[in-house]
């Protein structure tokens, strides 16, 4: 439940926000606080999260082993579990069919080191973004085939995939089909297909990550390996050493942080802190990264992963969390750490034609009004890279965002979404009128491809389906803090109150903070086009704050204009280890004018 701060009530910020309180019944922020003996704080952070007093304890202590269910809940999963255990008993090699994203990096990743741990064979195919496009296809299906392979596991890609699963049974291969991603009622034609999405699943997992799915699977395939004493001579794995991946794949496909998936990411990150995995501290190396949590896997090991996927190298994410090579790793994460710098290149350039096409819109300028989506296309734009500059025209935008990219006459697109609006559902319905050739994601991501021809029936008919998925508020950007604090309140004991709730994400946002009547008494330059500052407010002395890539921005051009002028000043805590300072930032997201 929340409410407006009253100071702060429909005053626009430096980047066209409003900002709201994020508070909660004062008598559930009491009854949290001394029912589980914490700091108000602490309580009014949970509250406001709509974390219930008798749910604190599993929250900030989540535990996979008492939050995961059992396998068998997931639709299929014993029918593809029981298949997969005969395929085993026969000896026979089996096929994995992965995404090209860290959700599915992670996924096949997953599959092949449990597999490898028995002794049973498998085949890895990654599909070429560039070249295939995603998700299963013909090629992949004769590279099995070619191989030996008569049964093979998708993995975060297959839910809508009925062409090519023809083909497949055509070939006398099974598939079994392991994904997240939205379904109709027009299934492929698997062995089984787990999951959530599916009418006839009633597990209530829709929040798991492909990768989250698949470690359920081998926690029913291991089961049912030891019922059948398949590997007598074999001490089965622990499977915990597996929820590194998870956490990793959980993070960087930006699911719901709570539940099962907060445990997973939870274990994982402590796992990785203990003993990082050859592949993850290879990259977590190259990227800078001396600890590892949300942030680092999210946005530094995750991107350099996904720049493989994203410039046509998609093995090597793969190839790089199962060797025990320290060479091939270093080799490997040198190449992803290029391909992420020549990922990045692309990406502005992209980014640059986009927002110039926006922006120079004849229909924009002449309503003087924006429209319910962003849609804008370019000429063989880099395939790679659309899904990454829908996301930042999201942001820039806060509308839901697709970015297309035209060749001889058909084009391919991604879209990521805002708060409110079902972009998986759009593009489901899209396809079922014919408006798409193909295209399937979840709430705030998708894939599609349509012809030339259809494009602007196509804008029409998102703008139309936003605008009924939308209420009055849908389209304000609206961010919330969490409480009002002085320069004074900026510390090391803050930082810690805040990260026992930890870890942060989708689902459970990071705390924000106001600090209010502030001044800035000094800033410099810093870096890529950052601004390092001193702030204070009332008598209370000053603190180090940041605005991340703000020069050039209305909101670094305020910092840099208003020196000695009172503002208002939101942002988050964070701390700086810099040269071993152990020392707390205020990393500032917006202000306001006082």
Request: aromatic share 8%.
């Amino acid at each position: 439940m929340t409410k407006s701060g009253s100071f702060l009530e429909n005053k626009f910020s430096a980047k066209g926000s409003l900002w709201k309180e994020r508070v909660s019944d004062l008598e559930k922020i009491s009854i949290i606080e001394n029912e589980n003996k914490i700091p108000k704080l602490l309580a009014k952070i949970l509250a406001g999260r709509e974390i219930l007093s008798s749910d604190v304890d599993s929250f900030l202590n989540p535990e996979v082993n008492k939050l995961i269910l059992d396998p068998s809940k997931l639709f299929d999963l014993d029918k593809g579990v029981d298949f997969i255990v005969e395929c085993i008993s026969r000896k026979e090699k089996i096929g994995i069919l992965g995404d090209y994203d860290v959700d599915g990096a992670t996924s096949s990743s997953i599959l092949k080191l449990f597999f490898n741990h028995y002794g049973i064979k498998t085949e890895i195919y990654i599909p070429n973004r560039l070249k295939e496009g995603y998700g299963p296809n013909k090629a992949a299906i004769d590279f099995f085939y070619d191989n030996g392979v008569n049964t093979f596991i998708t993995v975060d890609c297959g839910a809508t995939s009925i062409e090519p699963m023809i083909y497949a049974k055509s070939r006398g291969m099974k598939s079994i089909i392991i994904d997240h991603h939205k379904v109709d009622n027009d299934l492929p034609n698997s062995y089984a297909h787990i999951n959530p999405s599916r009418n006839e699943d009633k597990s209530g997992l829709n929040d798991l990550a492909a990768v989250g799915l698949t470690f359920i699977f081998i926690v029913g395939l291991r089961r049912a390996i030891r019922d059948k004493n398949i590997f007598p001579d074999i001490q089965e794995p622990s499977l915990k050493q597996y929820l590194d991946l998870v956490a990793l794949g959980t993070v960087c496909d930006v699911v719901q942080l709570r539940g099962l998936n907060r445990a997973f990411v939870k274990e994982g990150i402590d796992i990785i802190s203990k003993n990082s995995r050859l592949g993850i501290d290879g990259l977590k190396s190259i990227s800078g990264s001396k600890e590892i949590g949300v942030t680092e896997l999210g946005f530094r090991i995750g991107p350099r992963i996904n720049a493989a996927g994203r410039t046509g190298a998609s093995d090597l994410g793969v190839r790089l969390l199962t060797s025990n090579s320290e060479d091939e790793v270093l080799a490997i994460s040198e190449r992803l750490n290029n391909l992420n710098k020549q990922r990045q290149n692309i990406e502005e350039t992209v980014l640059f034609e986009a927002i110039n096409n926006i922006e120079n819109n004849f229909t924009i300028k002449k309503l003087n009004s924006f429209p319910n989506s962003v849609i804008v296309s370019g000429e063989n734009w880099h395939l790679g890279v659309l899904g990454i500059v829908a996301s930042r025209l999201k942001d820039k935008y806060y509308r839901p965002s697709f970015v297309l990219s035209s060749s001889q006459g058909k084009l391919t697109g991604s879209a990521r979404s805002i708060s409110g609006i079902d972009v998986g559902k759009l593009i489901i319905k899209a396809v079922n009128k014919n408006l798409l050739v193909s295209g399937g994601g979840h709430k705030m991501a998708a894939g599609f491809s349509l012809y030339e021809d259809t494009f602007e029936k196509f804008r029409n008919f998102c703008e139309e389906e936003i605008y009924l998925q939308s209420n009055s508020t849908t389209l304000n950007k609206i961010n919330y803090y969490d409480e009002i604090i002085d320069s004074s309140n900026i510390n090391r004991d803050l930082y810690n109150l805040i990260n026992v709730a930890s870890p942060y994400g989708q689902g459970n946002p990071e705390p924000q903070f106001i600090i209010k009547n502030a001044k800035i008494d000094y800033w410099s330059e810093v870096g890529n086009g950052h601004l390092k500052i001193k702030i204070s407010n009332a008598n209370y002395g000053n603190i180090d704050a940041i605005a991340f890539s703000s020069k050039g921005t209305p909101l670094g051009d305020i910092i840099m204009n208003h020196s000695g002028s009172l503002l208002h000043f939101a942002g988050v805590v964070k701390k700086n280890d810099w040269q071993g300072n152990k020392a707390v930032q205020f990393h500032i997201r917006d202000l306001f004018t006082a």
